[in-house]
């Protein structure tokens, strides 16, 4: 099995599960992963290249998908414009660049850990999944857990990871704090923005920029 991973700090809770979910020396064997930027992890799945992985919506539409995604509530702090700039897309992004557009929203957009640290920062910025909550009233789903085949399998990952309370082990903390220059306690804060579960009202959000998105 071939898993898409995006090494962003919003699914490092998923990557923790991930570890304890394939504890045996049986499933370790079986599942190896390939890395990359939400943009390159697009192609691979769709190329079959790997067999599941958090898909942007904009390509996850018509894919098989658990209930299980990246997903905003309201504000979601790592998918940001920058305001009175030059208008840009991020290239490692697919769905944000989209919602920029649909936002009518200009200036360069920033996505992950880069455009946490710039939240960070103080300086000036947009948050995309706000303005998109504060226009229509639902959750923006930015990824789906899509797969090619084993639903079983995903549906199970699915089940577990949903009900379980994840603890980041310090050691790992400060390892992503390190490699991203993000402090462990702004990283705990970031995550608490971050939904997973495909609910009723992101089922809604996710409807909804498809309708505007494929029209």
């Known amino acids: 099995m071939v898993f898409g991973k995006i090494e962003y700090l919003n699914l490092l809770p998923f990557h923790v599960f991930m570890k304890r979910f394939t504890k045996s020396n049986q499933q370790k064997m079986s599942m190896h992963y390939k890395r990359g ?20 919506s904009v390509s996850a539409k018509n894919q098989l998908h658990v209930d299980l995604g990246i997903i905003a509530k309201k504000e979601v702090l790592s998918v940001l414009v920058i305001p009175n700039t030059d208008t840009q897309d991020d290239t490692d992004s697919a769905t944000s660049n989209v919602l920029a557009k649909l936002l009518n929203i200009k200036g360069e957009v920033l996505i992950g850990d880069k455009a946490l640290k710039h ?14 909550s504060s226009r229509y009233g639902v959750p923006f789903v930015f990824a789906l857990l899509c797969y090619h085949n084993q639903s079983v399998h995903y549906k199970k990952i699915q089940r577990e990871f949903l009900k379980k309370d994840i603890k980041i082990p310090q050691y790992i903390l400060q390892q992503a704090s390190k490699k ?36």
Do not use: Q
């Open 119 to 132: 939240y960070l920062s103080g300086d000036e910025y947009i948050d995309l999944a706000k303005e998109w």
């Open 37 to 56: 930027v939400p943009s390159e992890i697009n192609k691979k799945f769709l190329s079959r290249r790997v067999d599941a992985a958090f898909i942007s």
């Open 180 to 215: 991203t220059g993000i402090d462990a306690k702004d990283i705990l804060m970031y995550l608490k923005y971050i939904s997973y579960s495909l609910d009723k009202k992101a089922k809604l959000g996710l409807k909804k920029f498809y309708n505007k998105v494929y029209i």
